[in-house]
């Protein structure tokens, strides 16, 4: 199946709009959601004579009620969604017990609260029509937790990973498909100042996930070389290797 109606959250900059690239290349229709609605125009002008449609809003998905009006909006614009791509991420934190609490929280807020919040309205619209293809982005860093700065970030996504699991079993054999992507370093403003010698270029990264996404794999780590090796590793790695990995 091809979706053709795709909606992508973060699509303002970084793998958001590394995607929406690909697939307007494609010829596909998109919905285009971010913070920063300068860059989502400026977007939208250039991909509008490959993509067939591109509508763009405003959004913010710590702003729960927001989430469903705005998916809403789309979908009405669209005339429908086959896929939404949940993508909208925060990468900021501290080292727990340092008094920078908030930012912890506020990468909480945005990547699980927020991802579970655009999973509701997702869902809610594939309930309605019956068909859909959800893919929550979510992190290698989700198998193992992270230390110091990265451990709300490694949290919020293995919380990400965990409600696409609970809704793969619910949902399977239905018309409705769930895909959980584990991406690893991938350079994007997130990553910028990671030291590794495992960063996968932007463009590179985001072929792999296009190619993961369009699959529909039930998970998918990204790229797959090397990081799925390093996925299964990481389960039985003791902590003082399995920390320099990820």
Same mark, same amino acid.
């Given at each position: 199946m091809t979706r053709e109606k795709i909606l992508i959250t973060g699509a303002s900059s970084g793998l958001g709009e590394g995607m929406a690239r690909r697939f307007a290349a494609q010829g596909r229709s998109l919905g285009l959601a971010a913070r920063r609605l300068d860059r989502l125009e400026a977007l939208a002008a250039e991909l509008s004579g490959q993509a067939k449609q591109v509508a763009v809003a405003p959004l913010d998905v710590t702003d729960v009620a927001a989430v469903p009006r705005v998916f809403g909006e789309l979908a009405e614009t669209l005339g429908g969604v086959d896929r939404v791509i949940v993508n909208a991420g925060l990468g900021k @934190? *501290?080292? /727990? @017990? &340092? @008094?920078? %609490? *908030? %930012?912890?929280?506020? &990468? /909480?807020q945005t990547n699980l609260v927020g991802a579970l919040a655009q999973a509701e309205a997702a869902m809610e619209i594939f309930r309605a029509q019956n068909h859909g293809h959800l893919v929550l982005v979510s992190s290698i860093s989700a198998i193992r937790g992270l230390p110091k700065a990265q451990a709300a970030y490694s949290a919020s996504k293995a919380g990400v990973s965990a409600l696409g699991q609970g809704l793969q079993a619910e949902l399977a054999g239905s018309p409705i498909t769930v895909t959980v992507l584990l991406p690893g370093y991938i350079e994007t403003d997130i990553n910028r100042g990671v030291k590794t010698t495992m960063m996968t270029d932007t463009d590179a990264g985001v072929d792999a996930m296009v190619k993961a996404i369009e699959a529909e794999p039930r998970r998918a780590e990204v790229p797959a070389w090397p990081w799925k090796p390093i996925a299964a590793a990481l389960h039985h790695l003791p902590d003082a290797l399995s920390a320099k990995l990820v």
């Open positions: @934190g *501290a080292p /727990i @017990g &340092t @008094g920078h %609490a *908030a %930012a912890n929280i506020e &990468t /909480i």
